[in-house]
């Protein structure tokens, strides 16, 4: 699986993702730094890209319909969330495997002490 971190998120995930064997690309080091959420979201589409970001907004299934994507996975660690505590949060999504293999067409909230997956 191939993920697209966005640069709401601690760059500290990618290499965690790389250690679990996945393929991890954060968007600041990327052409895409800035962009705005519609751009991040046809580029994750078009490139079969799992979207992994801490942006709420990529929760609405209005916008962006799940079925569409190859997975996106919202970080939700609460607002005031510490780099430590949204990594902590992301290392307890890593050990759910079975979940993150059954990413495409879905969505994930990660929050402490649940992942909740939407189909779309």
Not at 28 to 48: F, P, V
Not at 55 to 69: K, L, Q, S, V
Not at 96 to 115: M, Q, T, Y
Request: hydrophobic share 40%; net charge negative.
């Amino acid at each position: 699986m191939k993920f697209f971190i966005d640069e709401d998120l601690p760059r500290s995930l990618a290499p965690l993702l790389i250690k679990a064997g996945y393929h991890a690309t954060d968007i600041r080091d990327t052409t895409m730094r800035g962009a705005k959420d519609w751009q991040i979201a046809a580029h994750a589409r078009n490139e079969s890209l799992c979207l992994l970001t801490g942006d709420y907004d990529f929760a609405d299934i209005r916008n962006y319909p799940p079925g569409e994507f190859s997975g996106i996975v919202v970080i939700n660690a609460g607002k005031d969330a510490t780099v430590q505590q949204i990594t902590t949060l992301f290392q307890e999504f890593l050990e759910h495997a079975s979940v993150i293999s059954d990413l495409a067409g879905k969505l994930a909230i990660v929050e402490p002490g649940r992942i909740r997956v939407r189909k779309g």
